[in-house]
C-alpha cells in the first residue's frame, strides 16, 4: 500500500533561516512518481515539483531544493534564505506508475520576519 | 478564465440537505480531479474524469457522492443527504494531459460546512 508520511506538523524559522521539510514515503511498486505541492492561505495546491523514481538526482530550483535518497525512501524539500511568503502548508504526495496521487498530511511552515 | 474556478467558495448546509459544487478547468484542460480535504489533513482522491469519462470514482465515500462532467469541460460534484462528516474544503484541479498523476492545476476550493 501506499503511504507518504511528513512527521512534521509544524515548523517555525525566522526570516532568511534554512528549513528542511522531511518526507517518508512506502509503496511495492519500483516505478512510482513524488511530487511536492504549496498550499498558501488562498487554498489553492501550487505545484512544485514532480520526480519519478529512476531520477535520483537532486535537484535545485532558486531557493528551493529537493533531496531525493531511494535508499531512505526519503524526499526532502529545502528552502534556503527563506521568506515569509514562504508561509504555508507543504504537501508531499505519491503515485504509483499509472494510479492517482496520495497526499501526505502536511507541514504547516511558519516564517518569521 | 485563466485558473480552475470553483463554485460557490462557501457552502453551508443543513444535515439532509443535497448540495452541488462546480469546478470550471482550464480550457482545454483533459483530466480533472476532484479532492476532499479535510480540517488538518491533506487532499484525499475522491474521482477522475478525462473528458467526460469517469475512469475512476474508487475515492467516492459512499453512494450519495456522485461527480458528473457531461460535456467533458464543466463538472459538478453532487452530495445527497449531506451528514457533519462531510463537511471539509472540496478541491477541484484539472490537468491537460491523460496521466492521473502530472502537473495539475487546482482551484481554490469549496469549503463545505454541514450543520
Known amino acids: 500500500a501506499q503511504k507518504v508520511t511528513q512527521a512534521q506538523t509544524e515548523i517555525s524559522v525566522v526570516e532568511k533561516e534554512d528549513v528542511t521539510l522531511d518526507c517518508v514515503y512506502e509503496t511495492r511498486d519500483t516505478t512510482y512518481y513524488l511530487f511536492w505541492y504549496k498550499q498558501p492561505p488562498s487554498g489553492e495546491l501550487v505545484f512544485l515539483i514532480r520526480?519519478?523514481?529512476?531520477?535520483?538526482q537532486n535537484e535545485i530550483s532558486g531557493r528551493y531544493s529537493w533531496n531525493f535518497q531511494k535508499s531512505t525512501s526519503s524526499f526532502n524539500f529545502t528552502i534556503t534564505a527563506s521568506q515569509v511568503v514562504d508561509s504555508a502548508v507543504y504537501f508531499c504526495?505519491?503515485?504509483?506508475?499509472?494510479?492517482?496521487?496520495?497526499f501526505g498530511k502536511g507541514t504547516r511552515l511558519h516564517i518569521l520576519p | 478564465g485563466a485558473g480552475v474556478s470553483q463554485s460557490p467558495r462557501y457552502k453551508v448546509a443543513k444535515r439532509g440537505q443535497d448540495v452541488a459544487l462546480r469546478c470550471d478547468p482550464i480550457?482545454?484542460?483533459?483530466?480533472l480531479f476532484w479532492y476532499q480535504q479535510a480540517l488538518g489533513q491533506g487532499p484525499e482522491f475522491l474521482t477522475y474524469f478525462q473528458n467526460e469519462a469517469q475512469l475512476d470514482k474508487s475515492g467516492l465515500p459512499s453512494d450519495r457522492f456522485f461527480a458528473e462532467r457531461p460535456e467533458g469541460s464543466v463538472s459538478t460534484l453532487k452530495i445527497q443527504r449531506t451528514q457533519q462528516e462531510d463537511s471539509a474544503v472540496y478541491l477541484c484541479?484539472?490537468?491537460?494531459?491523460?496521466?492521473?498523476?502530472?502537473?495539475?492545476?487546482f482551484g481554490q476550493g469549496t469549503r463545505l460546512t454541514v450543520v
Open positions: 484541479a484539472s490537468s491537460f494531459t491523460t496521466d492521473m498523476n502530472t502537473e495539475a492545476f
Open positions: 504526495a505519491l503515485s504509483d506508475w499509472d494510479d492517482k496521487i496520495i
Open positions: 480550457s482545454g484542460h483533459v483530466s
Open positions: 520526480r519519478n523514481s529512476f531520477d535520483e
